[in-house]
């Protein structure tokens, strides 16, 4: 299973948009909507930001929007803040009953 | 709430067999939960292992497939990592995690595994 394709890095400008896109194929992101987006700041464990393509976990800010067309899914974060800063990865279950990463997006806050 | 624990050797030779234990606290190993391990090389991003159910069924990464072994202990609430085989190329931080659903919402907090002479 090779891993998802993501930008290396992206940046904003407090206040602003940004999306992170997270592409695969029709055997991961295209067959399911088993899409899963994590933060991670250094040296810290991931942890869940979306799942299943658009939900937010219960603590999780509103500003964090998730979607999903054809095999690529995509993490909005709108009204950047600067504890945005961090390195975010995209998930999917695989056809093969198995779990795939992108290879991770370094979001830097201007 | 659910908390996860890594242990086991933080240097292993090449050509060893690396071990880890995963402590479950806060919540039972038979519930419906996949538990998993995950890692993540110095500097890389993340890389999923395999996953068991409490039954004992497993998945794993292909490509690792032939070096994992992923097991369960009901009675101590842990489960287990071994990969046999281990070159430079394995030294990384090591994630036990939990799946409760279709995403991974439980994370331990990591630990290093060196290979090293």
């Known amino acids: 299973q090779s891993a998802l394709t993501q930008p290396a890095s992206v940046s904003g400008s407090p206040g602003q948009s940004i999306t992170i896109s997270c592409t695969g194929t029709s055997s991961d992101i295209g067959a399911y909507n088993y899409v899963s987006w994590y933060q991670q700041h250094p040296g810290k464990a991931p942890k869940l930001m979306i799942y299943?393509?658009?939900n937010r976990p219960s603590g999780v800010s509103n500003r964090f929007s998730g979607s999903k067309s054809g095999n690529t899914a995509s993490l909005t974060i709108s009204g950047l803040q600067a504890e945005d800063e961090a390195d975010y990865y995209c998930n999917s279950y695989t056809i093969s009953r198995s779990w795939v990463f992108g290879g991770g997006t370094k979001l830097t806050v201007l | 709430q659910v908390q996860l624990q890594e242990s086991g050797p933080g240097l292993v030779k090449p050509s060893g067999t690396l071990s880890l234990t995963c402590a479950v606290s806060?919540?039972?190993?038979?519930?419906?939960?996949?538990w998993n391990w995950v890692r993540q090389p110095p500097g890389k991003g993340l890389e999923w292992i395999g996953e068991?159910?409490?039954?004992?069924?497993?998945n794993y990464k292909s490509s690792l497939e032939s070096r994992v072994t992923i097991s369960v202990d009901k009675s101590k609430n842990q489960f287990s990592l071994k990969l046999s085989s281990v070159t430079a190329a394995d030294t990384a931080v090591y994630y036990c995690?939990?799946?409760?659903?279709?995403?991974?919402?439980?994370w331990g907090q990591g630990t290093l595994v060196t290979v090293s002479s």
């Open positions: 068991i159910y409490h039954s004992g069924s497993t």
């Open positions: 299943e393509v658009t």
């Open positions: 995690a939990g799946n409760s659903g279709w995403y991974t919402d439980y």
């Open positions: 806060g919540g039972s190993i038979s519930s419906d939960t996949y």
